[in-house]
């Protein structure tokens, strides 16, 4: 599940943040930070709204995820175990959702099998170093999830429970001074999730209303929901040229019936084009 701080008031679920400042690893290896910590703020109109902290011990992650936005926002803690490669054998997630919900899901892996619980589903699968969406979980997910898609042949992986991710590179971008490219990941939502990386860190989240950054970026949280707005348009706009068919001639839909409902009733068949043009484009015989 994606997320932002827009639609989880709306969806009382909280994955993914519309922009993520990510790391650059070499294919073919995920690459995670061995040893530290890391503190980034939400913030909203200005101000402060939530914090996310995570602790990195060799292959162990603790995470603690806060957001209070007049008494409402998700509360996270996660424990999580990475194999080599950097992808959870376990993972522990634990708090309440948007409006209070309670939030209890748990993954772990072994022996060629994955097993995934939550309040909301549950199921397993036969799977080979599987890449795991939780149904609720703080912002550090993007960033594994994020890694795992650099690394992936094609940068594109498959994800349980279900459906596959894919990385698209859009352009390189400067936010303060320093210097990063800007990605999208397709297949998390219904738009693209956008993700910055620069010199082998997780900076944080862009966002055009509440951006997640990094504490020492904080100050420039107006620039990045500036260029969050100019890269979203880049990449839809693109989209929109592409998806768009453009028809030399008119396009007729015949034998429609049309609902007349100051009547409550449906008139007889017709079509979206007067005679003349059907005629013209043979669609009708003339009288």
């Known amino acids: 599940m994606a997320w932002n701080l827009k639609t989880s008031k709306a969806m009382c679920l909280v994955v993914c943040l519309p922009l993520v400042l990510l790391s650059l690893y070499p294919a073919g290896t995920l690459g995670f930070q061995s040893a530290g910590e890391e503190h980034y703020v939400l913030i909203e109109i200005g101000e402060k709204v939530g914090d996310l902290y995570v602790k990195t011990t060799g292959k162990h992650v603790e ?12 509360k ?19 708090g309440v959702g ?7 899901e748990t993954f772990d892996y072994a022996a060629g099998h994955a097993r995934w619980k939550s309040l909301d589903d549950a199921g397993d699968a036969d799977a080979r170093a599987p890449l795991y969406n939780p149904n609720n979980s703080s912002p550090w997910t993007l960033g594994l999830i994020l890694r795992t898609l650099q690394a992936s042949p094609g940068q594109r992986r498959s994800v349980l429970p279900g459906g596959e991710l894919r990385l698209e590179k859009i352009r390189d971008v400067k936010v303060g001074n320093t210097l990063a490219t800007a990605y999208a990941i397709w297949g998390l939502d219904t738009a693209p999730i956008f993700v910055l990386g620069s010199k082998g860190r997780f900076l944080g989240v862009m966002d055009s209303t509440a951006p997640l950054i990094t504490e020492e970026l904080a100050n420039s949280f107006a620039e990045i929901q500036k260029l969050a707005s100019e890269v979203s348009n880049e990449v839809l706009a693109r989209l929109a040229e592409r998806l768009t068919h453009k028809y030399q001639d008119p396009i007729v839909i015949k034998n429609v019936h049309v609902f007349d409902s100051a009547r409550g009733q449906t008139g007889a068949p017709t079509s979206n084009a007067d005679e003349e043009v059907l005629e013209q484009h043979q669609l009708l015989t003339p009288k």
């Open 63 to 74: 995470i603690d995820f806060k957001v209070d936005e007049n008494g409402r926002g998700a």
């Open 76 to 94: 996270y803690k996660e424990k999580v175990d990475l194999d080599p490669a950097g992808l959870p054998t376990h993972w522990e997630i634990e």
């Open 98 to 104: 948007w409006v209070g919900a309670p939030v209890k």
